[in-house]
């Protein structure tokens, strides 16, 4: 046992991830399976630290957000998942949390999954669980499902596990785990086009494209061949390949929530804007291709080499917007001391 799950507290550091190919739709909300694998880089900025103390005898967990009390959803779903951990830690003791996220209020860079990532193993540590790393990213997953990818740096995969047998089957199955890549030295130029909150939760609305769309289906099988042949173009460590299937397999993404009924659209003319950017970008010549999650900004890899200059012409086509600069990032880690 670590020395600090015997002292019964953990801190634990986590950074968010941006998916080549997408997680949208949930097969089992309760378990959190999708319905398709999906395949995300860790970034290397933005991480979040969260420190869970355990507190026996408190009547109720104690969980702070920057400082402020966690609101409603927020702490509710922060609970629901320290329940899980209680129950199998054989645990009744309640708990403090503290979490610090350095991402910009919606910088649109799914804090839940750093979130999430490092709860997972703050929670782990100091309930006394003894989990390797894909039991950890199985327990993320809990949480929110791109948190299971944040426990491991890089190039990430996520199975969706088994879609025959049993509930335990398939949750066993479900977890992440590292893709090897060949040289690839590339960058994600983040062009922050709306710091406003969404209208729509990411998690409301896979729910109404997979009830609802009828180009979800069709996404969802040319997802698997995105799959394999996101993990070939990885490993031969081709990154014009990477971003061509990327972007298409985002773009589609966004496709299958346009067709939902009534639309969720996430795209506003900003992004427009900046998704020619990346079409002036490739038409002179450099590599540059974008992909976009549950809300309006633009997220665009190309080189390293090239990112100082990408992130200008994004800057330009952003009008305003803050433009980030990432790199692939860590796995998930338990700070000691
Ligand atoms: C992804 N997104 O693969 C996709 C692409 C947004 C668009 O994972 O319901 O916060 O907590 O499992 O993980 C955002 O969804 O959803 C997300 P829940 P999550 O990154």
């Known amino acids: 046992t670590a020395p600090a799950s015997t002292a019964g507290s953990a ?24 319905r398709t694998d999906s395949l995300s880089m860790t ?7 969260t420190r869970v103390r355990r507190v026996p005898g408190a009547d109720h967990d104690d ?10 959803e927020a702490q509710r779903r922060i ?61 993320a997953r809990r949480g929110s499902g791109s948190a299971s990818r944040s426990l491991f740096g890089d190039f990430v995969v996520w199975h969706a596990g088994r879609h ?11 977890y992440a785990e590292p893709v090897p890549t060949g040289p690839l030295d590339p960058a994600l130029v983040v062009a922050v086009v709306n ?4 209208d729509v939760s990411s ?20 997802s698997k061949d995105d799959l394999v042949d996101m993990r070939q173009a990885l490993g031969r460590g081709d990154l014009e390949a990477v971003g061509e299937i990327a972007e298409r397999n985002a773009l589609g993404m966004h496709a299958t929530m346009l067709a939902a009924r009534p639309a969720v659209r996430y795209m506003s ?62 796995a998930a880690r338990l700070l000691l001391g």
């Open 269 to 330: 003319p900003a992004s427009l804007t900046v998704l020619d950017s990346v079409l002036q970008l490739r038409r002179d010549g450099v590599l540059a291709y974008a992909t976009m999650d549950a809300g309006p900004n633009v997220k665009v890899l190309c080189r390293n080499a090239d990112a100082d200059r990408v992130a200008g012409v994004v800057r330009s086509a952003a009008q305003g917007g803050a433009i980030h600069i990432a790199r692939p990032g860590p």
């Open 11 to 34: 801190t634990a550091v986590a950074h968010p991830n941006i998916a080549l190919i997408k997680y949208w739709g949930k097969r089992d909300e309760r378990l959190i399976l999708p």
């Open 43 to 49: 970034l290397d900025i933005f991480p979040t630290t």
């Open 203 to 222: 998690r409301a609305a896979m729910r109404r494209t997979v009830d609802t769309s009828p180009l979800f289906e069709p996404w969802a099988v040319s």
């Open 79 to 139: 609970v629901t998942f320290l329940d899980l951990v209680r129950e199998r830690a054989g645990s009744a003791d309640r708990a403090v949390v503290d979490t610090e996220n350095t991402v910009p209020t919606g910088a649109g860079l799914a804090s839940s999954a750093s979130g999430f990532a490092a709860l997972a193993v703050a929670a782990a540590a100091a309930y006394g669980l003894d989990l390797d790393a894909t039991a950890l990213s199985r327990l």
């Open 164 to 174: 025959t047998g049993t509930e335990e089957e398939a949750d066993l199955s479900s």
């Open 63 to 72: 969980v702070t957000l920057g400082g402020a009390p966690a609101q409603d």
């Open 195 to 198: 710091a406003g909150p969404k």
